[in-house]
């Protein structure tokens, strides 16, 4: 079992910046693909970036891209997701979730970091 711990999260203006950081802790040898997620009040959560462990081939939302970028230090074992130009609609709780091979799809998640970007 992997162990994820989200943080970075705040209130920023529009048009600001963020990072995010999530630590992974536990089984991490096995890690190939980490995600950040995010959920608005009376959304259904919805998938932000991802990364690969190995090459770093990313992904990104279309209502993200140009402005967020996600990026890994292997060696810490965290991934990141640097948030720029940051608009009301990104509100949300953002969660880092870990991609297990063995069952195809994410096992483990974070419990959440708040992002509220005021107009």
């Known amino acids: 079992q992997v162990q994820l711990v989200e943080s970075g999260g705040g209130l920023v203006q529009a048009g600001g910046s963020l990072r995010l950081s999530c630590a992974a802790s536990?089984?991490?040898?096995?890690?190939?693909?980490m995600g950040w997620f995010r959920q608005a009040p009376g959304k259904e959560r919805e998938s932000v970036a991802r990364?690969?462990?190995?090459?770093?081939?990313?992904y990104y939302a279309d209502s993200v891209k140009g402005r967020f970028t996600i990026s890994r230090d292997n060696a810490k074992n965290t991934v990141y997701l640097q948030m720029n130009s940051l608009k009301p609609e990104d509100t949300a709780v953002y969660y880092c979730?870990?991609?297990?091979?063995?069952?195809?799809?994410?096992?483990?998640w974070g419990r959440g970091t708040q992002v509220t970007v005021s107009s």
């Open positions: 979730a870990h991609w297990s091979r063995a069952i195809n799809e994410y096992d483990s």
């Open positions: 536990g089984r991490t040898f096995s890690t190939y693909r």
């Open positions: 990364i690969t462990w190995g090459r770093g081939s990313t």
